[in-house]
């Protein structure tokens, strides 16, 4: 070989290697991963599973970092500034991810510049519920309900931009009626005042209300998927019940800070894959009314750029603005 070729080859190799090296006895120290809204919800749930099995398969402690603020924008920027080692790791889902950078005007990070992204982790439609003492049985009741009491009907949501409130929004664009919006910071705390009255019904996560829907202390009328889902026998889609089109679906997955080293996100895609593939987790996240998912970094990439747009061109319909 040549002296320059050689010292070529030499260069690359010194890159390279220091890097599969460390891929290879990764993870040496405990990992944390930021859940960037409260404890309780859905957010939490999922990150506390992913980080036991994490821990179970790796023998290293995962730490769960609750940094709740900003709708999951506070703790996004955490990870998102944290070393790009893999070390610090996000549960993310839709909101902080593809929407809040076109609700709030510095959320601290850009969420495609400044994130890897690992694997998609859970898909879900959400549920929605009203208090017991809302007089509909119905979804379509419910919607005669709103145009009749015409902005005194009230919501829950997680904030300004956040999918409980987009969905909320767009239900009110397509059927050209009105409700009062009450924001709060999580859905463990729209759960809570769901359940004391304080507000009439909640486009909700299922996994933080579907068990006061089992016990009956909340009533659902509705899932926002395109197709119902056998977690809750009988409940028809928005879209069956007179919102022809209407359609929303959540999702969560795992990201690192930019620059994480490709051999790092290999090893955590491969990882975390196997983990979201078994029955144990399935059923642990069906019963929490979301579905397990994996994807490659550069589907989870995909689907991140194009959610961006489509919100985009929602939060612009329904007339917000960066604050």
């Known amino acids: 070989m040549k002296p320059v070729l050689a010292g070529v080859a030499l260069a690359i190799l010194s890159i390279v290697l220091p890097a599969t090296v460390v891929a290879q006895s990764y993870p040496t120290k405990p990992v944390r991963i930021v859940a960037p809204f409260p404890p309780g919800g859905t957010s939490d749930t999922i990150a506390r599973?992913?980080?036991?099995?994490?821990?179970?398969?790796?023998?290293?402690?995962?730490i769960i970092d609750n940094r709740a603020g900003v709708a999951g924008s506070l703790g996004s920027a955490v990870a998102a500034k944290s070393p790009a080692d893999g070390y610090t790791l996000l549960v993310g889902n839709v909101g902080p991810v593809a929407i809040n950078h076109n609700v709030y005007k510095n959320v601290g990070y850009d969420p495609l510049k400044d994130f890897a992204p690992i694997t998609l982790a859970v898909t879900a439609p959400?549920?929605?519920?009203?208090?017991?003492?809302?007089?509909?049985?119905?979804?379509?009741?419910?919607?005669?309900?709103?145009?009749?009491?015409k902005g005194k009907i009230n919501y829950g949501s997680s904030g300004p931009g956040s999918i409980s409130h987009l969905s909320a929004e767009l239900y009110k664009q397509m059927t050209n009626s009105d409700m009062l919006h009450v924001p709060f910071k999580g859905s463990a705390l729209i759960t809570t005042a769901l359940l004391s009255g304080e507000v009439d019904v909640v486009f909700s996560d299922m996994a933080v209300v579907l068990p006061h829907v089992q016990a009956g202390k909340l009533r659902a009328l509705a899932v926002t998927g395109p197709e119902p889902t056998p977690l809750v026998p009988g409940v028809p889609t928005v879209a069956a019940s007179g919102v022809q089109g209407f359609a929303m679906t959540s999702w969560w997955g795992v990201l690192a800070p930019a620059g994480i080293p490709q051999p790092i996100?290999?090893?955590?895609?491969?990882?975390?894959?196997?983990?979201?593939?078994?029955?144990?987790?399935?059923?642990?996240?069906?019963?929490?009314?979301?579905?397990?998912?994996?994807?490659?970094?550069?589907?989870?990439?995909?689907?991140?750029?194009s959610e961006i747009a489509k919100y985009a061109k929602l939060l612009k319909a329904v007339g917000i603005q960066p604050q």
């Open 49 to 62: 599973i992913l980080g036991q099995k994490l821990t179970e398969a790796w023998k290293q402690q995962t």
């Open 126 to 149: 959400q549920i929605v519920v009203v208090h017991p003492s809302v007089p509909a049985k119905t979804f379509t009741e419910f919607t005669a309900l709103v145009k009749k009491h």
């Open 265 to 305: 996100v290999t090893r955590l895609n491969t990882e975390l894959g196997r983990i979201l593939k078994t029955e144990d987790v399935k059923k642990r996240f069906a019963t929490l009314g979301v579905d397990a998912a994996t994807s490659t970094p550069e589907e989870f990439s995909s689907l991140i750029r």
